[in-house]
T-cell receptor, first 113, second 109 residues
Framework: GAGVSQSPSNKVTEKGKDVELRCDPI?????LYWYRQRLGQGLEFLIY????????KSGLPSDRFSAERTGESVSTLTIQRTQQEDSAVYLC???????????FGPGTRLTVL | EDKVVQSPLSLVVHEGDTVTLNCSYE??????LLWYKQEKKAPTFLFML????IEKKSGRLSSILDKKELFSILNITATQTGDSAIYLCAVSRTYKYIFGTGTRLKVLA
């Protein structure tokens, strides 16, 4: 497919466990974003990648959150020691460059019990 | 602090009605304003606006930006049940997009 893909689509975990969320951006897109959307809320910026580097991590809510991107392609968002307040839909988007329109993936719905 | 405010928060209309959704912003180093439609999880892109007064149009949807008064509107004419969704406005400063909380539109048959 030509769009942004994310996996898993749904993840249910127990409080305290670690989770990894994956994003495959559109091929050739150098910019990649992670957003979080809590129920009934807008999109909350988490992190921005330009190529493999992350010049802006300012949105990561705590040191339990980390993200990496390899080969200007796949990105992984890791949440350690999950808490119930981490429950949300995590959306990934990519754009051709920092000026381009971000196109979103279908998201991962994370539920922490 | 940068902010994007959308109104109304929710709206219920009947098929055939025309709706106007509002987005106002206070963002330093404004670059562009985007509108998205979110039906389930993934927001889908509708319009990108960078210049004041130039209307963007796609079928029954249109949008315009006023950079002096710092707002944009999204119009939907002859609404259909398939227009039911959350409409999100996002404003970019450099690479970063700041989203409003959205307007939830429900179109009744």
């Amino acid at each position: 497919g030509a769009g942004v893909s994310q996996s898993p689509s749904n993840k249910v975990t127990e409080k305290g466990k670690d989770v990894e969320l994956r994003c495959d951006p559109i091929s050739g897109h150098t910019a990649l974003y992670w957003y979080r959307q809590r129920l009934g809320q807008g999109l909350e910026f988490l992190i921005y990648f330009q190529g493999n580097s992350a010049p802006d991590k300012s949105g990561l809510p705590s040191d339990r959150f980390s993200a990496e991107r390899t080969g200007e392609s796949v990105s992984t968002l890791t949440i350690q020691r999950t808490q119930q307040e981490d429950s949300a839909v995590y959306l990934c988007a990519s754009s051709l460059d920092q000026r381009g329109v971000p196109f979103f993936g279908p998201g991962t719905r994370l539920t922490v019990l | 602090e940068d902010k994007v405010v959308q109104s109304p928060l929710s709206l219920v209309v009947h098929e055939g009605d025309t709706v106007t959704l509002n987005c106002s912003y206070e963002v330093t180093n404004f670059r562009s304003l985007l509108w998205y439609k979110q039906e389930k999880k993934a927001p889908t892109f509708l319009f990108m606006l960078t210049s004041s007064g130039i209307e963007k149009k796609s079928g029954r949807l249109s949008s315009i930006l006023d950079k002096k008064e710092l707002f944009s509107i999204l119009n939907i004419t002859a609404t259909q049940t398939g227009d039911s969704a959350i409409y999100l406005c996002a404003v970019s400063r450099t690479y970063k997009y700041i989203f409003g909380t959205g307007t939830r539109l429900k179109v009744l048959a």
